[in-house]
């Protein structure tokens, strides 16, 4: 699986597994937040922009809106090919945040979705801030299920990703990613913030996908799955065929120093 060699064994079988879960049952991000992220990465017409890590694509198609030249790295070679299939146009290279397949002072931003809790901090800082031309910046986004919704609360125990541990994810979700750079990439200013919402218009099927495409449940054995699968069913009976799923969302934008 080329550089997906360097990648953690749960997020290499995991994506590997549920690319198409993934690319079916995982949220977007919010006009606003990209918006956002253009103004402060200074995202355009002409500019060189990367998006690491960048799975099925969710940002970077988004991102390709504003016909700036973007270039996609992905490790995970299943999520590679739905992403080349829903962004056409936009270059897609195996890689990884610790080795990123790009010359020096390349770059004018880099995203990162969803991912940074993936990566060796001061590794992937070196290797962005290296890539990255002067004046250029990172931007970093998660989106976080909303749990003060009940149902979503009990939709994320289900999903048991406290026991992350066990999977040795190094990081929970909730983390301050300003107060990360900060530690980890004396390359970089400080982080700017931008907090924000997604709703993701959501069915029990899609759901379920979603909950399938958790890296550690994707490489469940499959009655483990399928157990996992009538109890999401069961919780969101209530809610009808039809439901939304909210999220919050924050953004953060790091130029280089
Ligand atoms: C939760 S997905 C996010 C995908 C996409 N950016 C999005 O917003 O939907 C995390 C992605 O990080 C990738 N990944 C994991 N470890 C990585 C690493 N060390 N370097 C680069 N990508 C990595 C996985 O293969 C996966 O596609």
Redesign the pocket.
Known sequence: MG??D???DV??EG?GAGAAA?EKG??S?ADDVVDWLVRHLGIGPGRTVV??????????RLLAATEARITA????DA?RDQLVAACPGVDALS????SIPLPDGTVDAL?????FH???PAV?LAEIARVLRPGGSLGI?F?ERDTREAWVADLSKLIRWDERERWRVPYTVEVDWAAVVAEHGPQFQPAVRYDSSYIQPMDPDTLVQRVLST?YIARLPEAEQTALAAKVRDLVAPLGPSFELPYVTVAYAVPLR
């Open positions: 550089t997906a360097h990648i953690s997020a290499a994506f993934y995982r949220p991000y998006d690491l890590a960048a799975g099925t694509g969710k940002l970077t790295i992905e490790p995970v999520m890689g990884t945040a610790e995203t990162v979705a969803q991912a993936w990566f060796d992937a986004v989106n890296s």
